[in-house]
């Protein structure tokens, strides 16, 4: 700073959002919801990423959850797991063996498993092919002052996996991990009591199918397209409701970035 | 009014000083007096004495003279104007400079310290400010200016530097005291760092080798361990003196900042026992009995390690950054210390966390959000009370702007600490009356507040709706008579407001958004400049086709590619993203070809195509692809443009991979759409450098002058383009 310009800022630094493979603001994803014999069509759209602050938020859009909300959009801020935040989750009522049976579903957590480091489960940030992360929605949208829906909630959070090479012949998600699986993976870290997960009437659900692929005409339809899946979580709801979309590629990019 | 003075003689000038202590009418009206000042400059001087007049008497007038300035010196532009306009310091270094040995004591302490306060005020007007805003007079400015670049003009240095090593430490300490005060830029700052006495430049220039720094050759080198000066102020801090450690831990402060050359210094390991590290020194007095001293070593350490660390962002020593919180803390938490010691306080915090998330994230942890938040609570009323806000003592106004700057800056960079300050700790209030305050200082670190939780999606979705802030925020940003430092502040946080993502961007569309950014735009430098284009930038993204059509009536398609080809870089890259975000679409790749004339957009693209700024050409390959992605006629266009083709060619050769991406896609789409377009490929060489790509497993860089060697790929984003480059290749092939 050489000279008192009368714009002198307080920072230096931008803050551009630079995404990592699908993971870009702007982002569009497709798929369902589901739980039961129940699906829904969901449409995930990221609004802003920051991979150096682990953070992450977008829009969730679920269609014909309930009858008085024809579609419901709610707005969720992620946690990236990585250096920064671990697998534990130590917030809205998960413990440590449902993060990990959860966590276990996952086909690619099971090539970072090795990698991780107590207390929390950290890993070292780095690119593993597939970005693991937590999603708490926050409030709907247009209107965040809107609290009660009836026949939906959103108090629980969704564990998510982004595989960015997704196998073609494995299914993106794996049954539940089997006992001496969580027994393998609590050697390294500390025991956790067991809880029988409480079945509660579904709030979501959908049957899991691929989402459709995109329209593009560019280049990057060729390879795997990048697939999300995640499990809804929350004590009093049915366990393991299913998050299955797959990456909208697009043929053109717009950019902001926050000043 | 001109109270000019007939004679003047040491009774009168104590009569005068006496009548402008602590008295700002009438300090301004002595300063207006130009008669008076310029006599009183000329009393500065040595003259030859008359037969009948005693030397005591002559010595006498000098000494009362210097206090004389001293006192009008500080605190009024006008004063200050006035003795710039008379030389005054000039005179003072002339007067110093021709100091005889038999010369009283007094006279030398008389003429330092005038200098150290002239300069002192002087700097104020020059800038930045050391303790928040100070009021803007671009008049004054420019002639300060000239007279600092003067003070620290070698010649200048080499009349009161030499006196850091003197018997008499008060002398000492107001050397130190200027150069805390004064040293506020890089190049003033390497003026004193590397300042050697006249004897030891003799020997430096001797016994250098060209090859070797000096000090690392040679342990007795005069310019080891910081630098002479350096030198001579660590000895200062053996005083067991507050005021003598306080003037010399601001002076170490104001040459560390932001100068590892001199910090590496201070804390490299040493066997010298006679010069230890400085820097466990400096932090032993953060716990001084001394608040003054405790917050001089703070700043001080501060500057020492985030200037060791500015070369490697995020290695910043967390242990001592964290013994420099809770020093800060004590001061702000403590109900018994005074406004002046709190802002110290609060701006030291600002240095240290400014621009570095991992300390924003430890000053958080250690609780000093929390204890700033409390203070700024309990200094500020939720209402409007214009009487009430009259009477406010203004370091109570001081300490609110210098609270507000450090919650900005501790939520610049992370969601977790932008949610606490809206939710747990309920602050949104607070900045909200501060919008209005009467003191710009105020209202500029309310905006800055603003503009840092605007950087959160959910609380411009949520607390900055709820609340209103937003809409009082643009009030702000539309009063054309604001100061434009709050205007500017207010400018960034309008850009983050007016992204899709905004509630609000409809509603301040609808309220004159698009005609106050052009009137900035018309009427600003490039600074602002650039700032206007970024917020129409971010307006565009994602917008309908009637808000692209709205906004380019407003800013018109010959003045947008103008700045594309600006000389400013950052116009430049913001106006090229405008054009980017303009053909995100098909509607809007429709709206630029029927509204620029085609000469004219190309050469816009060209420029940023191949400009060597990396920013500029990532926009610039963004919003060619874009292009490419329209109708075939536009794709056609494209191709009767050779110098383009010959700019892809050069960007997939020698760019980086994220300004690639995009120019193969581009490249992609063009022979997808229609395989005849190989052959202009082929001429321009494109084709055989795609070959040539896949051929070398990683190799890329195909011309000698390449960024990126072959046989080489660092990134995933490197295989993308191989992977890119293969299926453009395949679709060469199928088509054959």
Redesign the interface.
């Known amino acids: 700073?050489?000279?008192?310009?009368?714009?002198?800022?307080?920072?230096?630094?931008r803050?551009r959002s630079k995404g990592h493979h699908c993971l870009y603001p702007?982002a569009s994803f497709q798929g369902t919801q589901k739980s039961g014999r129940n699906s829904y069509d969901v449409n995930v759209t990221i609004?802003?990423v920051n991979f150096?602050?682990s953070?992450l938020?977008g829009y969730l859009r679920i269609r014909g959850l309930t009858d008085d909300w024809p579609e419901l959009t709610t707005?969720f801020?992620a946690e990236i797991i990585g250096n920064r935040y671990g697998f534990l989750t130590q917030n809205w009522g998960a413990n440590e063996q449902e993060d990990m049976v959860h966590w276990q579903r996952f086909p690619a957590f099971r090539h970072v498993k090795s990698d991780l480091k107590k207390p929390h489960l950290t890993m070292a940030d780095r690119?593993r092919g597939a970005v693991f992360m937590r999603w708490k929605e926050?409030?709907l949208?247009?209107d965040?002052?809107v609290q009660d829906i009836n026949g939906a909630s959103f108090a629980g959070f969704y564990y998510v996996c982004v595989d960015f090479n997704p196998q073609p012949s494995s299914s993106a998600l794996r049954p539940a991990p089997l006992e001496n699986e969580l027994m393998d993976l609590s050697t390294s870290i500390s025991q956790g009591k067991s809880e029988a997960v409480p079945i509660s009437p579904p709030r979501r659900d959908s049957s899991a199918r691929r989402g459709t692929r995109g329209s593009s005409?560019?280049?990057?339809a060729?390879?795997p397209v990048a697939t999300m899946s995640g499990f809804y979580f929350h004590q009093n709801s049915e366990p393991y409701q299913q998050l299955s979309l797959c990456h909208v590629p697009e043929?053109?990019?717009?950019?902001?970035?926050?000043? | 009014m001109n109270m000019a003075v007939t004679a003047i003689d040491p009774t009168t000038l104590k009569q005068r000083k006496n009548l402008v202590i602590g008295n700002p009418s009438a300090k301004l009206a002595l300063a207006k007096d130009t008669a008076f000042i310029q006599s009183l400059v000329g009393c500065l001087s040595r003259a030859p004495l008359p037969q009948s007049e005693a030397q005591g008497s002559q010595d006498d007038v000098r000494i009362e003279a210097a206090h004389v300035i001293s006192s009008i010196s500080y605190g009024s532009d006008d004063a200050l104007r006035s003795l710039l306009q008379a030389s005054a310091l000039h005179a003072l270094l002339f007067a110093l400079s021709t100091l005889k040995p038999y010369d009283p004591i007094a006279l030398q302490t008389a003429l330092l310290r005038a200098l150290r306060t002239m300069s002192t005020a002087v700097a104020e007007v020059v800038g930045p400010s050391q303790l928040g805003l100070c009021s803007y007079s671009s008049d004054t400015r420019d002639e300060a200016k000239a007279v600092l670049d003067f003070l620290f003009e070698l010649e200048n240095l080499d009349v009161f530097l030499p006196l850091l090593d003197n018997k008499n430490v008060q002398l000492s300490t107001f050397v130190a005291q200027l150069i805390g005060a004064t040293v506020r830029n890089k190049s003033h700052r390497s003026a004193v760092a590397e300042w050697l006495p006249f004897t030891d430049r003799i020997k430096e220039v001797k016994g250098k080798r060209g090859w070797e720094k000096p000090e690392a050759a040679n342990s007795n080198a005069p310019s080891r361990l910081g630098g002479w000066v350096v030198r001579n102020l660590s000895t200062l801090l053996q005083y067991r003196n507050n005021n003598v450690q306080e003037a010399a831990l601001s002076a170490i402060a104001a040459l560390a900042m932001d100068n590892p050359n001199v910090t590496a210094a201070l804390t490299k390991l040493t066997h010298d026992r006679e010069s230890p590290t400085l820097l466990p020194t400096v932090l032993s007095l953060t716990t001084s009995r001394s608040t003054e001293v405790q917050l001089a070593a703070c700043l001080c350490a501060t500057h020492i390690i985030r200037a060791n660390a500015s070369n490697h962002p995020g290695t910043v020593d967390q242990a001592i950054a964290s013994n420099i919180i809770h020093a800060i803390n004590r001061v702000l938490s403590s109900s018994s210390e005074r406004p002046p010691m709190r802002i110290r306080a609060c701006y030291t915090l600002y240095y240290l966390v400014k621009d570095d998330k991992d300390i924003c994230q430890a000053a958080v942890d250690h609780g000093a959000l929390e204890k700033i938040a409390s203070l700024t609570k309990s200094i500020t009323p939720l209402t409007k009370d214009e009487e009430r806000d009259e009477d406010e003592p203004e370091s109570t106004a001081a300490l609110r702007e210098a609270a507000l700057i450090v919650i900005a800056a501790l939520s610049l960079f992370d969601n977790d600490i932008r949610r606490e300050i809206a939710d747990t700790l309920q602050l949104i209030p607070v900045i909200h009356i501060s919008l209005s305050n009467r003191h710009v200082g105020v209202r500029y670190a309310a905006c800055q507040c603003v503009r840092a939780l605007s950087r959160a999606v959910a609380i411009l979705r949520t607390n900055i709706m709820d609340s209103g802030l937003g809409s009082s925020l643009f009030q702000i940003f539309k009063k054309e008579e604001e100061d434009p430092r709050v205007t500017a502040a207010a400018l960034a946080a309008i850009t983050n407001m007016i992204n899709d993502f905004s509630p609000l961007q409809p509603k301040l569309l609808a309220q004159g958004l698009m005609p106050r950014l052009k009137q900035l735009l018309d009427s600003g430098n490039s600074p602002t400049k650039v700032n206007v284009l970024w917020a129409i930038k971010n307006l565009l993204r994602k917008s309908t086709l009637e808000t692209k059509q709205e906004v380019m009536t407003c800013l018109k398609w010959r003045q947008l590619a103008n700045f594309c080809m600006d000389p400013d870089t950052g116009i430049q890259e913001q106006a090229t993203a405008i054009f980017r975000n303009l053909a995100e679409n098909d509607s809007g790749v429709d709206l630029i070809f029927q509204e620029m004339e085609k000469d004219l957009l190309f050469h816009a693209l060209l420029t940023g195509l191949d400009s060597p700024d990396e920013d500029v050409k990532l926009q610039a390959a963004y919003f060619l692809a874009n292009l490419a992605n329209g109708q075939i006629t536009h794709q056609d266009c494209i191709f009767t443009y050779p110098d383009i083709l010959h700019s892809m060619h050069s960007c997939i050769t020698d760019a980086k991979p994220e300004i690639r991406h995009p120019i193969m896609g581009c490249i992609y789409q063009m022979l997808s759409c229609n395989p005849k377009r190989r052959d202009d490929l082929n001429d321009f060489g494109i084709m055989a450098t795609l070959r040539h790509m896949c051929d070398h497993t990683g190799g890329v860089s195909m011309s000698p002058g390449g960024r990126y060697p072959s046989h080489h790929i660092p990134m995933d984003d490197d295989k993308d383009t191989v992977l890119l480059a293969r299926q453009i290749l395949e679709l060469d092939r199928v088509d054959h």
């Open positions: 700073m050489s000279s008192p310009d009368p714009l002198v800022d307080i920072t230096h630094i803050v702007g609004v802003d150096s602050s953070f938020c707005y801020d690119d926050r409030f949208v247009p965040h002052r005409v560019g280049p990057r060729s390879p043929s053109r990019s717009s950019s902001f970035e926050f000043r």
